[in-house]
């Protein structure tokens, strides 16, 4: 039972342009959620995260939006740049583990 | 930042084999270590759950014989793969709670992860 969904596996933009990643949940349970950053052959890196009883989370060029009647989360990058292409997943948290989704591969085209 | 370290980056071994992957929180004490494995294109599963002090906590289909995990310290954790199978080829990777952090969160550091591949 998949209880955190990723449903692109690829998402490709233009620098400049805003990336939107999405993320999909099942439990009620979760509490707080966060997004990682992935490179090949590294561990994921902290990105930014957002509390159940918070909407929106802002920190730079990053924006996380959490809908929680829809059980639905999104990551904004904007304006994105090359740099960002890595694989991103979001993870739940139910307080005693994470709870990663598959990951979507960004490509930021020059 | 808090940082994570895991030691080898990368192993190959002949099947049969056991092989140790040390897993160290390098400026903070993990009240909590956790083990994970990536397959190609394809999320990370947590494999088990470690306390300092206290025996592994395993997630289901996980063989605790197979996947040793002692927690000596609040700043080691070890994965051993015993009898290693080329199945058991994979990304593993460990991550640590901050103890000393306040709030109503401990976040996760995670390391680098350990290619491991089993001929």
């Known amino acids: 039972d998949q209880q955190v969904k990723q449903n692109s596996p690829s998402l490709s933009v233009q620098e400049g342009r805003i990336s939107i990643l999405n993320c999909d949940y099942t439990n009620s349970m979760f509490d707080y959620f966060l997004w990682y950053k992935k490179y090949p052959a590294e561990g994921p890196t902290f990105l930014i995260s957002?509390?159940?009883?918070?909407d929106k989370n802002e920190d730079g060029r990053f924006t996380v939006f959490l809908n929680k009647s829809a059980k639905h989360l999104s990551l904004h990058i904007v304006p994105s740049q090359p740099g960002d292409s890595a694989v991103y997943f979001c993870a739940a948290d139910g307080g005693s583990r994470l709870t990663f989704g598959e990951g979507t591969q960004l490509t930021v085209n020059p | 930042g808090a940082v994570v370290s895991q030691h080898p980056s990368r192993v190959i071994c002949k099947s049969g084999t056991s092989v140790k992957i040390e897993c160290r929180s390098l400026?903070?004490?993990?009240?909590?270590m956790f083990w994970y494995r990536q397959f190609p294109k394809q999320s990370l599963m947590l494999m088990a759950t470690?306390?300092?002090?206290?025996?592994?906590?395993?997630e289901q289909g996980v063989e605790k014989d197979k996947f040793l995990i002692n927690h000596a310290s609040l700043t080691l954790s070890t994965l051993t793969v015993t009898s290693a199978h080329p199945e058991d080829s994979s990304f593993y990777i460990c991550?640590?709670?901050?103890?000393?952090?306040?709030?109503?969160?401990?976040?996760?550091?995670f390391g680098p992860g350990t290619r491991l591949t089993v001929l």
């Open positions: 400026d903070f004490q993990a009240t909590t």
């Open positions: 470690s306390n300092e002090g206290s025996k592994a906590t395993y």
């Open positions: 991550s640590a709670r901050d103890r000393g952090l306040s709030g109503p969160y401990n976040e996760q550091f």
């Open positions: 957002i509390s159940s009883i918070k």
